[in-house]
């Protein structure tokens, strides 16, 4: 990380990013209120930091030791522009902000008389955002894939019904991207990308949609590790996309536990997540869990462990639906969900330190 000082010119800035980029590196420029820091993005051994630090306008170089440094709080500390969490603004939706944000809809659109009679309900129920899945990451491929399986015409069709039934009820609108095919086409439509848990690890993935520059709502897998999963949203960052939304969404079960929950739900990731960094994390109680009877619970509780908001599967009647019907709570059922979520927090603002 390279601070430079307060009253450093635009040419020093731009001589010091000359210098990465010389070494073969890539900077990343944060201009804050009082000073600008760069932040590199590669392999920190090819540049000679005794040579960075007394190039003119440099304040003091600081190697920041985690492999997340672009999204840490430490960088964040380094200016001014980001000294608090980060709130990503959808539309008139703040995500990260005092408000929980509930993201609510079907695992897979299926129609279009199906989707806007979820969005509606949503809508009604209280919930932000309208998801509705087009490319189903499926276990099996004989099992419905999302209307996206059936080619481009047909995806291009459910992704105009998302989009009007976002327009028509004022909900901005996400859906996930499977492959890196279908990230211009996806990104087209919605207000925001989903990449799902499988796909954490695709790098590549990642820098295409991050390019996009819609926020990103990104799923940790279900194997990985804190650091690994923070470490696999830098590769976002790093293309200049600071607008990620962080998913908690359980992990791989142990024992006879998949008996009782499809994942486990780890709610300690939450405030963890929080102390490394500035990013808002989500938490998805319905894949977590894989059971309605659950997704009450583990909402509040979610939201008691100072998530940022809730991403919750929704159908009007969950034993029709093709996909992922246990897990699904109705509209009504996702109200008393919301209302509880917010009397969650009112009361437990302040008291939960993160
Ligand atoms: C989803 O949200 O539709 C989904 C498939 O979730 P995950 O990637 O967490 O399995
Ligand atoms: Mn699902």
Redesign the pocket.
């Known amino acids: 990380m390279i601070v430079m000082e307060g009253e450093a010119t635009v040419e020093q800035i731009e001589n010091v990013i000359k210098e990465i980029k010389r070494c073969r590196l890539r900077a990343d420029l944060s201009k804050g209120k009082y000073r600008s820091v760069i932040g590199i993005v590669g392999d920190e051994s090819k540049i000679n930091f005794t040579h960075l630090a007394i190039l003119p306008g440099v304040k003091e170089v600081l190697r920041i030791e985690t492999p997340y440094k672009l999204i840490s709080r430490g960088y964040a500390k380094l200016w001014e522009g980001l000294s608090g969490d980060k709130i990503i603004r959808v539309g008139d939706i703040e995500i990260g902000g005092e408000e929980p944000v509930f993201i609510a809809g079907p695992?897979?659109i299926e129609s279009k008389a199906q989707l806007f009679r979820i969005a509606e309900g949503v809508k009604m129920a209280g919930a932000h955002i309208l998801r509705g899945?087009i490319f189903?990451p499926r276990s099996s491929v004989h099992s419905f894939q999302g209307l996206g399986a059936g080619g481009r015409e047909e995806a291009r069709e459910a992704l105009d019904w998302l989009r009007e039934a976002g327009r028509k009820f004022e909900l901005p609108v996400i859906t996930e991207v499977r492959g890196e095919t279908q990230v211009d086409l996806v990104a087209d439509y919605v207000d925001i990308i989903q990449i799902g848990a499988r796909n954490m690890y695709d790098q590549d993935l990642l820098a295409q949609v991050a390019k996009k520059g819609k926020p990103v709502l990104f799923k940790r897998h279900f194997g990985a590790g804190v650091e690994e999963f923070l470490s696999f949203a830098e590769y976002i960052v790093a293309e200049g996309n600071r607008d990620i939304i962080l998913c908690e969404r359980g992990l791989v079960p142990i024992g006879k536990g998949k008996n009782y929950t499809r994942y486990i739900l780890d709610l300690a990731a939450v405030p963890v997540i929080q102390k490394e960094t500035y990013l808002p994390i989500l938490v998805d109680p319905?894949?977590a869990t894989g059971r309605r009877d659950l997704i009450f619970s583990m909402s509040c509780a979610a939201i008691a462990a100072g998530a940022s908001g809730l991403m919750i599967?929704v159908h009007y009647n969950p034993a029709e639906a093709l996909?992922?019907g246990q897990?699904?709570i109705t509209p009504d059922e996702l109200k008393d969900v919301i209302d509880a979520c917010r009397r969650v927090r009112k009361a437990t603002r302040g008291i939960v330190k993160t």
């Open positions: 695992c897979a899945g189903k319905s894949h599967e996909v992922d897990q699904m």
